[in-house]
């Protein structure tokens, strides 16, 4: 279980989340969606604390934070060693090849010998459709493909939760569906997942639950069919500001 409850993040100029209290779900996909600007990737990367709260509640598995109180490193990296995280850039190292990418992780942080984290991570490029490419450079794939990448050397870590970043936010319209379709292959598998996208066709084929940020609150959350079918006047008219085709 992983919950935040009355999260507040003040960036002085304007208030990254005001009063936000979410549970999401595990072995589920919790989609985030917003308006630009709406405080939705401050909401998850509030999550592995790449955003420290000034106050409110955190709570996953035997953790339970006071987050009015300073944290300690030991805290954070507590939180951070069950959360996996894949951002809009690929942050894939341009000195490794593919397969030292993935492995890296595994050896160095879990402990796992050499062996079985090279088998491992053939594996996960074979499920990404990647296998191929084991001994090339970040700089010699597309966008896609390293997407897919960066998404198996989360995988590799065995993260309690994957967090995704507009995962697919730089890519070209037929990359993002290489990139999609290895997400939703994850969904499948009940992984807990929490996303972060501007897709709604997407986020309607992949949510298990809906959460929709506004300025820095959150304005719904709940089950996806109500948000899609049967959406109040405001997500209506958010909905069809993506062009996004609502009853």
Known sequence: MLKLDHIVKDFGNHHGLRDVSVEFPANQTTVIVGPS?????????TIDFLEIPDSGRYQFDD??????????KQEVLAARRKLGIVFQSYNLFPHLNVLANI?????????????????????????VGLDDKADVYPDQLSGGQQ??????????????????????????PELEVEVL???????????????????????????????????????????????????????????????????
């Open 181 to 247: 379709k290895v997400i939703l292959e994850l969904a499948k598998m009940k992984n807990s997942i929490v996303i972060v996208t501007h897709n709604m066709d997407f986020a309607r084929g992949v949510a298990d639950k809906i959460v929709f940020v506004e300025d820095g609150q959150i304005a719904y959350q709940g089950d996806p069919t109500t948000f899609f079918n049967e959406p109040n006047d405001r997500i209506k008219a958010f909905l069809a500001a993506g062009q996004f085709n609502v009853k």
């Open 37 to 45: 600007g709406s405080g939705k990737t401050t909401l998850l990367r």
């Open 103 to 127: 492995t890296e992780g595994p050896v160095q942080v879990l402990g796992k010998n050499k062996q079985e984290a090279e088998a491992e991570a053939h594996d996960l490029l074979k499920k």
């Open 63 to 72: 953790l339970d934070y006071d987050l009015s109180k300073p944290l300690t």
């Open 147 to 172: 997407q897919r990448i960066a998404i198996a050397r989360m995988v590799a870590m065995a993260p309690e939760y994957m967090l995704f970043d507009e995962p697919t936010s730089a890519l070209d």
